[in-house]
């Protein structure tokens, strides 16, 4: 197949090109930034985001919003430290913290699909709801003993390389989510909720029980982004991850997709996410501090929305004017 | 069928707002003061519930300290409220809030003699500046405004960092009569308390009278429809977002009078906040009803819950877990009366 222009007018191609260029920036403002070390760090670093932005993803595609992501995380961990301060076993504490993330996914849901409250409003209210909980389980206390085992899991890299274990769960997950957003019927289905739920509703689409799947996935994954985050601070605290959502809610809208739902792939999500953390370290290397580090962040959101905006528009304009393909073997007169 | 054709088309040139209104908008009305009804009964019944446990609760000094505490959140809920009314939102007035009261705060240290209402300006218009950015982005840069106002959050914080450069202003620094802004009393009343009234009343007022106030709900209720009679909407918009940003400037400054004490967070997080009081108050998120006394009242509400918490001696670690619970309560039964009204409607037109 000859190569169009308009494959280069992705935006997925357009993040590839960014990315690039800010490994250019922060490789010429520290010598330390293209070092396995740092590199191997900035990803740990930016796992339970990438975690929580795989459920949000999925939900946003299908034209709702979960902002609560962060405050489960942070209940999730509250849960963990709970238990096994208790003396759970470490196992079934951490079972626990992710059935509670469930719980809280089937909350969100059914208030959003069976009751039909608006799901910006909804989460808005278990973010408060959800990380309220988290200090009434623990109040202010942090829990910091955990087995060994699992603080080494969160601190230490796959032997032999600098690969770092949350990066692993990333992954398999990442793929799972490629699959099913992108090679399975349910993720036909959602983009047909996003695109357009009526329809998708008149066409045989169980509009209610996939949304509800949805929130209860991206309940589950938050609750184990708390979980890993727990792992790698060794530390489980009511205000951990405290607003995560914001950068999470960035990587998705930076990876192309749209807010109202229906379009947008995980590709373009995972180099948002690679984007924001590079951006992040390189601008941290440069001694540039994390609310500072937000102006540009901030000012890559809104410019990528416009970006996409005007990729579509000169997209769409490409295709008015390529003429309609002639039907082969067409026999009716 | 032949109803439809029965009725004759009405002259084009009739004023179309004037028009009697469809039952569904009216239904919106009744739904809508029944919300701030249902409201100021929860408020009534916490209090008496409280009160009883302890008559502490319902002192002059107690209701004025509620009062003062909601005032700040109430100004940034009235600018909040047009903003939402079009279908949009401004998740950046915590920021705004943050950027004036630091700015004024700084203004005041450096040059004690400026004239109180010049650092007011002052305020107001760096607010409406920054609603200007959001105003500009949204209507004429045609990005969403949770999208645009998500990135102005980051980045107006981000501008508040760097202006303050880790420097605090203390009350030490500043002079009384800048403090005396929140603090002095009028005919007995904090003037904290009367700002935040006035800006109430005068808001109501105009979202019930004047056109562009009843404009903004043609948009909220139906932005294509709202175009097509001709309702200047892209500027309408653009005004609701400087308006918010303004009203946020003004709380800054306020905010700033009031605690004294300001670094580059003052005001983080207070978007929830204004948000929750708007969406209790009976604002519809999706834009098209709400008033602006409704968004005072459920700050009220949350402020009341919060103050009452803490004279219970309850768990303070359950006020956010009862803040969420009360925004979901509230969104809930006000789905749930719609459904019931709309139900009843339709059996009635069905008999008819």
């Known amino acids: 197949m000859k190569l169009r222009w308009s494959a280069l007018l992705q935006w997925e191609t357009l993040l590839v090109f960014l990315l690039v260029a800010t490994f250019l920036m922060g490789s010429s403002i520290a010598e330390s930034f293209l070092t396995g070390t740092n590199l191997s760090l900035a990803t740990a670093d930016l796992m339970e985001k990438g975690i929580m932005a795989l459920g949000l993803t999925l939900v946003i595609i299908a034209g709702e919003i979960d902002l609560s992501v962060a405050s489960v995380a942070g209940l999730s961990s509250a849960i963990l430290g709970w238990l096994v301060d208790r003396g759970a076993p470490l196992g079934a504490a951490i079972a626990a913290a992710l059935l509670a993330g469930a719980l809280c996914g089937l909350f969100n849901g059914l ?9 910006l409003v909804v989460t808005l209210g278990t973010l408060a709801l959800f990380r309220g909980l988290a200090f009434v389980v623990l109040g202010d206390r942090a829990v910091s003993e955990f087995p060994l085992g699992f603080t080494e899991f969160g601190f230490n890299n796959v032997p032999g390389t600098l690969i770092p274990w949350p990066a692993v769960v990333f992954t398999v997950l990442a793929v799972l989510a490629f699959l099913v957003l992108h090679r399975s019927w349910i993720g036909r289905q959602i983009y ?29 994954l938050a609750a184990l982004a708390g979980v890993v985050f727990t792992a790698r601070f060794a530390s489980a605290r009511p205000d951990n991850l405290l607003g995560f959502e914001l950068d999470v809610v960035t990587a998705v809208l930076l990876g192309g997709v749209s807010i109202f739902g229906g379009r947008g792939t995980l590709i373009g999500v995972v180099l948002g996410l690679f984007l924001i953390g590079a951006l992040r370290n390189s601008l941290g290397l440069a001694d540039v501090g994390a609310e500072e580090q937000s102006i540009v ?14 990729l579509r528009g000169m997209q769409e304009r490409a295709a008015r004017r390529r003429p309609a393909a002639p039907i082969e073997g067409g026999g009716r007169s | 069928m032949p109803d439809s054709t029965a009725t ?41 519930v409280v009160a009883i446990q302890e008559p502490r609760f319902v002192r002059p000094g107690n209701i004025e300290e509620i009062l003062l505490s909601v005032s700040i959140l109430s100004i940034v809920a009235v600018g909040q409220t047009l903003v939402v009314l079009t279908r949009n939102i401004d998740l950046s007035v915590g ?7 630091f700015v004024c705060a700084d203004t005041m ?7 109180i209402p010049l650092i007011l300006i002052l305020g107001i218009l760096i607010g409406a500046g920054l609603g200007v950015v959001n105003g500009f982005l949204v209507t004429v840069g045609r990005v969403p405004a949770i ?27 500043v002079p009384d009569g800048f403090l005396d802004l929140a603090t002095a ?25 004047w056109r562009s106030g009843r404009e903004l709900y043609a948009i909220g209720s139906n932005p294509d429809a709202a175009r097509l009679v001709g309702v200047p909407s892209g500027r309408l918009v653009f005004g609701a977002f400087v308006i918010c940003g303004a009203l946020a400037g003004l709380a800054g400054v306020l905010w700033a009078a009031r605690f004294g004490t300001v670094d580059a967070r003052a005001g983080s997080g207070l978007e929830l906040a204004v948000v929750a009081a708007v969406v209790v108050g009976g604002v519809n998120i999706f834009g098209g009803s709400g008033t602006a006394y409704g968004a005072a009242l459920g700050a009220i509400l949350l402020g009341t819950i919060e103050n009452a918490l803490s004279i219970l001696k309850l768990n303070p670690f359950w006020l956010q877990a009862i803040q969420g619970a009360v925004i979901i309560a509230a969104v809930t039964v006000d789905a749930l009366i719609t459904r019931r009204l709309q139900r009843a409607l339709r059996k009635a037109r069905r008999r008819a």
């Open chain 2, 147 to 173: 999208v645009v106002t998500l990135g102005t959050l980051y980045i107006f914080r981000g501008v508040d960092f760097v202006i303050a450069e880790g420097d605090q202003v203390n009350a030490a620094d």
């Open chain 2, 8 to 48: 004759a088309p009405e002259p084009l040139d009739a004023p179309v707002l004037d028009r009697p209104r469809p039952r569904t908008a009216r239904l919106l009305d009744v739904v809508g003061r029944v919300r701030e009804v249902g409201i100021a009964l929860a408020l009534g019944l916490l209090v008496l």
């Open chain 2, 95 to 101: 920021s705004i809030v943050g950027v004036s009261a």
């Open chain 2, 185 to 209: 009393r009028v005919l007995g009343i904090p003037s904290l308390i009367l700002f935040a009234v006035v800006i109430v009343a005068v808001a109501s007022y105009g979202l019930r009278r």
């Open chain 1, 297 to 310: 962040i901030g000012t890559l959101l809104i410019v990528s929305v416009m970006g996409t905006n005007a």
């Open chain 1, 111 to 119: 208030l959003v699909a069976r009751v039909g409250l608006p799901s």
């Open chain 2, 109 to 115: 240290r450096g040059s004690p003699d400026l004239p």
């Open chain 1, 192 to 220: 047909a909720i996003g695109n357009n739920a009526e329809a998708a509703r008149f066409s045989g689409v169980d509009v209610d029980r996939i949304k509800i799947g949805l929130f209860v996935t991206s309940g589950m």
